[in-house]
């Protein structure tokens, strides 16, 4: 006879029963017994809170006291391997990956823990310990490690030279300057064209007038013209109103030496210039000063009033004109013609080789597409300005007049750094529309010659403005492409 609760005993376990036997078929889905099903000696045990709140703290704290160790061990372990040199071996390959990240050059990382020995020796042994200026000791750095490069126009700036390059895009702003464009000629930094109205005007000087001292300080003249003219004009440059005495020789008076006292001014000289000109007041002239962002609202404005005026032809003065952003230079083109090729750009890094940059013809900008255009350039003619005067050029657009052009086929990204300093890199070369490429010609040739002389200047006459006044009174045709500017 079986004990009454034996059928309790041999429940199946799990509240499974013959009918949902999970190897049988035709089983149904096994659903666990509630805790009232249970006798008591089966109801399932409950953990102590406390206990299991206690083990999760110290497995999180466990986890983050691991975590912190990790940290600064890797802290640890990527000083020693940026502060150390390993000749070869599976610790020089696992060590590359780790100096890249950090900014240092792998393959030049002695000569990295050089520069940081000598700052560090300097600091320790140097007699004047309240002489050093660490930022521009590593200012100086920087552009020592720039100019290594070996490119004229990949530069490092520092953030006061940066911010005058800023100002310049804007307007070409002259902080405490004189009011003259400078230019070399036969190794002789000159005034090469006078802002009238300004403080070398009202002082006497002429265009022409080479300046040979400054403040007593003689000029001299590396043979780079780019940084020639920047580190005299520097000399030349000051605070407002404070005086600074030249040391002048006029070429156009026998070669006579004189000093003259200079006060300096804020000279500042809009994107845009214009005014009518010519014996019937009929041709607008186009003076664009700079490439920035506020040239082309300034364009439509400006020209648009010489519009009303009913003019037949313009002048476009790019004489001075040092470049500036590339893509204002494709919107100024897109005001003469109508779409096409403005440049071709090579960048053999990406794999972009001569690759077509259009004419950017802007919805609301002006059309001047059928009206006669001269072009006026010098040696101060350069980058976005000759992208513009190259494409007008090789299109058959407008004829160039004056000086061969400065002949930077480069352009370069400024990049703003963390001490408000910036870099500029060349990452591309650009050819002209007729595939031209500046580096080789040197420059842009115009197609009607005319070089400005100290007689003509000191006598007040433009002679490649009235040039080109004559071109577009006798309705002169296009001439050629000179060779040396022509496609190769």
Same mark, same amino acid.
């Given at each position: 006879?079986?004990?009454?609760?034996?059928?309790?005993?041999?429940?199946?376990?799990?509240?499974?029963?013959?009918?949902?036997?999970?190897?049988?078929?035709?089983?149904?889905?096994?659903?666990?017994?509630?805790?009232?099903?249970?006798?008591?000696?089966?109801?399932?045990?409950?953990?102590?809170?406390?206990?299991?709140?206690?083990? !999760?703290?110290?497995?999180?704290?466990?986890?983050?006291?691991?975590?912190?160790?990790?940290?600064?061990?890797?802290?640890?372990?990527?000083? $020693?391997?940026?502060?150390?040199?390993?000749?070869?071996?599976?610790?020089?390959?696992?060590?590359?990956?780790?100096?890249?990240?950090?900014?240092?050059?792998?393959?030049?990382?002695?000569?990295?823990?050089?520069?940081?020995?000598?700052?560090?020796?300097?600091?320790?042994?140097?007699?004047?310990?309240?002489?050093?200026?660490?930022?521009?000791?590593?200012?100086?750095?920087?552009?020592?490690?720039?100019?290594?490069?070996?490119?004229?126009?990949?530069?490092?700036?520092?953030?006061?030279?940066?911010?005058?390059?800023?100002?310049?895009?804007?307007?070409?702003?002259?902080?405490?300057?004189?009011?003259? $464009?400078?230019?070399?000629?036969?190794?002789?930094?000159?005034?090469? !064209?006078?802002?009238?109205?300004?403080?070398?005007?009202?002082?006497? @000087?002429?265009?022409?007038?080479?300046?040979?001292?400054?403040?007593?300080?003689?000029?001299?003249?590396?043979?780079?013209?780019?940084?020639?003219?920047?580190?005299?004009?520097?000399?030349?440059?000051?605070?407002?109103?404070?005086?600074?005495?030249?040391?002048?020789?006029?070429?156009?008076?026998?070669?006579?030496?004189?000093?003259?006292?200079?006060?300096?001014?804020?000279?500042?000289?809009?994107?845009?210039?214009?005014?009518?000109?010519?014996?019937?007041?009929?041709?607008?002239?186009?003076?664009?000063?700079?490439?920035?962002?506020?040239?082309?609202?300034?364009?439509?404005?400006?020209?648009?009033?010489?519009?009303?005026?009913?003019?037949?032809?313009?002048?476009?003065?790019?004489?001075?004109?040092?470049?500036?952003?590339?893509?204002?230079?494709?919107?100024?083109?897109?005001?003469?013609?109508?779409?096409?090729?403005?440049?071709?750009?090579?960048?053999?890094?990406?794999?972009?080789?001569?690759?077509?940059?259009?004419?950017?013809?802007?919805?609301?900008?002006?059309?001047?597409?059928?009206?006669?255009?001269?072009?006026?350039?010098?040696?101060?003619?350069?980058?976005?300005?000759?992208?513009?005067?190259?494409?007008?050029?090789?299109?058959?657009?407008?004829?160039?007049?004056?000086?061969?052009?400065?002949?930077?086929?480069?352009?370069? $990204?400024?990049?703003?750094?963390?001490?408000?300093?910036?870099?500029?890199?060349?990452?591309?070369?650009?050819?002209?529309?007729?595939?031209?490429? @500046?580096?080789?010609?040197?420059?842009?040739?115009?197609?009607?010659?005319?070089?400005?002389?100290?007689?003509?200047?000191?006598?007040? !006459?433009?002679?490649?403005?009235?040039?080109?006044?004559?071109?577009?009174?006798?309705?002169?045709?296009?001439?050629?492409?000179?060779?040396?500017?022509?496609?190769?």
């Amino acid at each position: 006879m079986q004990d009454s609760n034996s059928d309790i005993i041999k429940q199946p376990e799990h509240g499974l029963s013959p009918t949902n036997n999970p190897l049988d078929v035709n089983s149904t889905i096994p659903v666990l017994p509630s805790e009232s099903s249970l006798s008591p000696a089966e109801v399932l045990p409950v953990r102590p809170k406390r206990r299991t709140i206690r083990n !999760r703290l110290s497995y999180i704290l466990g986890n983050m006291v691991l975590f912190v160790a990790a940290f600064f061990l890797g802290i640890i372990f990527t000083i $020693y391997m940026t502060t150390h040199a390993f000749d070869n071996g599976i610790i020089k390959e696992i060590q590359k990956p780790i100096l890249n990240a950090s900014g240092i050059p792998a393959d030049a990382q002695l000569q990295w823990l050089d520069l940081q020995a000598a700052f560090s020796n300097i600091d320790r042994f140097f007699y004047g310990r309240d002489k050093i200026d660490h930022k521009k000791m590593v200012w100086t750095a920087a552009e020592a490690a720039v100019h290594a490069v070996g490119d004229p126009f990949t530069l490092f700036r520092q953030p006061e030279q940066a911010q005058n390059d800023r100002q310049s895009l804007e307007a070409r702003r002259l902080g405490g300057g004189l009011g003259f $464009y400078p230019a070399i000629r036969d190794k002789r930094y000159l005034i090469n !064209r006078l802002i009238p109205g300004n403080s070398a005007d009202k002082a006497g @000087l002429q265009e022409g007038d080479v300046i040979l001292k400054v403040d007593g300080q003689p000029v001299v003249l590396t043979g780079d013209d780019t940084k020639d003219i920047e580190n005299t004009s520097k000399m030349v440059r000051g605070e407002i109103d404070s005086a600074v005495n030249l040391t002048i020789e006029r070429p156009s008076e026998n070669n006579r030496v004189f000093d003259v006292s200079v006060t300096r001014a804020d000279i500042v000289v809009p994107p845009i210039i214009t005014r009518l000109v010519g014996d019937n007041k009929d041709v607008g002239y186009i003076n664009v000063t700079t490439f920035g962002p506020e040239t082309m609202r300034l364009f439509d404005e400006k020209v648009g009033e010489l519009e009303k005026s009913k003019v037949t032809s313009y002048v476009l003065d790019l004489r001075g004109n040092g470049g500036g952003l590339v893509d204002v230079s494709q919107k100024l083109l897109g005001r003469f013609l109508d779409g096409g090729v403005a440049y071709y750009r090579n960048v053999p890094y990406q794999n972009m080789l001569i690759q077509p940059e259009n004419v950017i013809n802007e919805k609301e900008g002006l059309k001047l597409y059928d009206k006669p255009l001269v072009v006026l350039i010098d040696g101060g003619t350069a980058s976005a300005s000759e992208i513009t005067a190259g494409a007008l050029q090789d299109r058959n657009r407008a004829a160039l007049i004056g000086e061969k052009s400065f002949g930077k086929g480069m352009a370069q $990204y400024v990049l703003d750094l963390p001490s408000k300093a910036t870099v500029r890199i060349t990452f591309e070369q650009w050819l002209t529309p007729n595939k031209t490429s @500046l580096s080789e010609t040197k420059g842009i040739q115009p197609n009607i010659a005319i070089e400005s002389n100290g007689e003509d200047i000191n006598a007040g !006459r433009d002679t490649q403005l009235e040039r080109a006044l004559q071109f577009l009174k006798n309705k002169e045709a296009l001439p050629p492409v000179p060779a040396s500017s022509g496609q190769k």
